[in-house]
């Protein structure tokens, strides 16, 4: 299973519930040691300080590129954990936000299932 970490608890997703899913994953990132363990990509998420849910593009297909609405995004470009970490991402109407901008592929809007202003990493 995949573990998300909030504040002292671990939620597990079984491969079973991922499957027919359309997640999001940031594979842009440098790998790097996180909690002990070699990162080379990671889900993306909402948190509301209650709940953690799995950001989803349902329109999308493996491999498209998210990118904030209306920005230039070539997808090659790796980041470090540390500059993701100062990213803010919000949800706003069940979308994922950037700023004004809502985050999309070329095929849709990026959703989850969260009340508005749920952090999202």
């Known amino acids: 299973p995949i573990g998300l970490l909030k504040v002292e608890e671990i939620y597990w997703y079984s491969k ?4 027919g899913k359309n997640i999001v994953i940031v594979q842009n990132l440098i790998p790097a040691v996180i909690r002990g363990i070699e990162s080379q990509g990671m889900l993306l998420a909402a948190d509301d300080g209650k709940n953690v849910k799995l950001v989803e593009a349902p329109n999308s297909s493996p491999g498209d ?5 209306g920005v230039a995004f ?17 949800t706003k109407g069940k ?14 809007e990026l959703i989850v299932n969260i009340k ?3 952090v999202v990493r």
Do not use: C, H, M, W
Not at 16 to 19: G, H, I, N, P, T
Not at 65 to 69: G, M
Not at 74 to 90: A, P, R
Not at 95 to 108: C, E, F, P, S
């Open 16 to 19: 079973e519930e991922l499957v």
């Open 65 to 69: 590129a998210a990118y904030p609405e």
């Open 74 to 90: 070539d997808g090659t470009d790796q980041i470090s954990f540390q500059e993701f970490t100062k990213i803010e991402l919000k």
């Open 95 to 108: 979308r994922v936000v950037y700023g004004d901008k809502v985050l999309r592929t070329d095929n849709g």
């Open 116 to 118: 508005d202003n749920s």
